[in-house]
Nanobody
Framework: QVQLEESGGGVVQAGGSLRLSCTISGNKISADAMGWYRQAPGKQRELVAPIAGGGVANYADSVQGRFTISRDNAKNTVSLQMNSLKPEDTAVYYC?????????????WGQGTQVTVSE
């Protein structure tokens, strides 16, 4: 079965940088779409940055210009480079992979990695 695992979270000072990575295993083909989500305590999970199989990416307004998502289909990984971090970026970050088939779409999630930005 398909499994996702995130890594790279930690504690960083405001203005600093972190790079999150997600590795997919158990898949027979590359994911049709992938993305990073985050969820802060008491808040709804939000989409931070999606990326299509062809590499086209989009970003939430709150991270535009600061975060960069990338994927390596050969290595089965997707990364999120986070620069100029702010305290409001503090959240659990989740990796998502979407596979499309005739019978429907299937989404898989990692367990999440904590990112804490100190003031």
């Amino acid at each position: 079965q398909v499994q996702l695992e995130e890594s790279g979270g930690g504690v960083v000072q405001a203005g600093g940088s972190l790079r999150l990575s997600c590795t997919i295993s158990g898949n027979k083909i590359s994911a049709d779409a992938m993305g990073w989500y985050r969820q802060a305590p008491g808040k709804q999970r939000e989409l931070v940055a999606p990326i299509a199989g062809g590499g086209v990416a989009n970003y939430a307004d709150s991270v535009q210009g600061r975060f960069t998502i990338s994927r390596d289909n050969a290595k089965n990984t997707v990364s999120l480079q986070m620069n100029s971090l702010k305290p409001e970026d503090t959240a659990v970050y989740y990796c998502n992979a979407e596979f499309r088939a005739t019978i429907g779409q299937f989404d898989y999630w990692g367990q999440g990695t904590q990112v804490t930005v100190s003031e």
